[in-house]
């Protein structure tokens, strides 16, 4: 059984680095890869503000879903207002986690608005800092998306409420023995070492990278394998560990 890999690039929004997404774009399409890409309904978030806006980006987001790119929603302004880590714990600031349910379905609202009238379909929730709570899966579900990018596991999780969760741990590809394993991109601040590099790796994996509607048709086979709980469970409770450790270590 061996390792599969998906690409998800975070941050796309019309200020982002367009010179740089070229040459990204060009390496996906060479290699026919369809990646995962987290979709900002309306960025707000200065630091993602690094080019001109472009006029027709949702034209090129129409276009990317139509060649069999997923589209995920990345929150709504990407504007962090808690301190909260979520379910996750990784990053301990959220556009999401800690705010009442009411304000979370009212942020989700808006951003499924402005999808919904550029006629792009949310596939899939991509949260910004990977920070949500058990109020924001409820609300997602409310709007029919039953499918969250994130998670320490090893792979897929189908919770008995129906929702898919398809694990995102890795920032740059390496050698797993088995799994699923989403390599999670930011574009904005690379060099042209980085696209290579990236040019490198696509050519490498190319033939166990999935896409995300192949992990999806492969969730009945996740829910029928025994083996994959205590898997998850163990890398969960493994990474947790790892993390407690390190926020220790900072601050003594």
Known sequence: MSAKYLIRFDDICPTMNWDTWAAVEKILREFRIQPLLAVVPDNQDPHLQVAPARPDFWQQVRRWQSRGWTIGLHGYQHRYVTTNAGIV??????????????????????????????????????????????????????????????????????????????????WGFRPMPFGVWTVCYHHNEWTPEDILQFRHDIRKYKDVILSFNDVVNSAPDYRANYFAPVVNAAFWAAMTVKRQLRQWRQKK
């Open 89 to 170: 714990g990784l990053n301990h600031y959220s556009e999401f986690a800690g705010l009442p349910a009411t304000e979370q379905e009212a942020k989700l609202k808006n951003g499924l608005a402005i999808f919904q009238r550029e006629r792009v379909r949310a596939e899939i929730w991509i949260a910004p800092a990977h920070a949500f709570d058990a109020a924001t899966i409820t609300a997602l579900q409310k709007f029919r998306i039953n499918f969250i990018s994130d998670g320490f596991f090893v792979f897929p999780r189908v919770e008995s409420n129906g929702m898919l969760w398809v694990p995102q741990q890795l």
